[in-house]
């Protein structure tokens, strides 16, 4: 269900979203121009991940320069999705695979295991974390391959971690097969 007329206040992680339906927030932002929010709502709309929790949770949809407000400052891309807990806090270590755009989630399979994770981890009575630690890992992220290039890697939904062949920038992130 999107929310309609959504009030955030604070920029983010200070922010809080009014949140009266007891369901955990997505704010998802985009631009018309952008070819990866395009990917990303497409997604999104054919995929299965997402859309099998998508009922669980309340949904901003903001597309164009309104979204700015959301932005978590110094992170000036597009798509961005920021989740907040059912009391409208943020849950600030719930984030992408790359710590650099920590609100990047580039499909239905990222996007959606990050939702699992938030009801998870409301269902378990885990509070919203003051700490950005990405649900892909631990409170350390760990550097996977020569290039610096940093993410974390242990997920609940991942029983090994991705590897990674070739140097960044022309390198590719494979994730274990979930056996």
């Given amino acids: 269900p999107l929310i309609e007329n959504p009030s955030c206040t604070g920029k983010w992680p200070e922010s809080k979203v009014e949140n009266t339906s007891g369901k955990p927030v997505m704010v998802l932002l985009t631009q018309s121009w952008c070819g990866a929010c395009k990917n990303l709502k497409i997604q999104i709309t054919k995929g299965t991940m997402v859309n099998d929790v ?13 979204g700015t407000e959301w932005m978590e400052p110094g992170h000036d891309y597009v798509p961005q999705v920021y989740f907040y807990d059912v009391k409208g806090n943020p849950m600030v270590d719930v984030v992408g695979m790359v710590s650099d755009y920590q609100h990047f989630f580039s499909g239905d399979g990222d996007l959606g295991e990050a939702m699992q994770c938030v009801l998870q981890r409301i269902k378990d009575g885990k509070p919203s974390r003051q700490s950005k630690t990405s649900i892909w890992g631990s409170s350390a992220f760990t550097a996977i391959g020569k290039s610096g290039f940093m993410m974390s890697i242990e997920n609940q939904f991942m029983k090994e971690p991705p590897t990674q062949t070739g140097i960044w920038p022309n390198s590719c992130i494979e994730r274990a097969s979930e056996t």
């Fill in 54 to 66: 998508m009922p669980q949770f309340e949904v901003v949809h903001i597309e164009g320069d309104s």
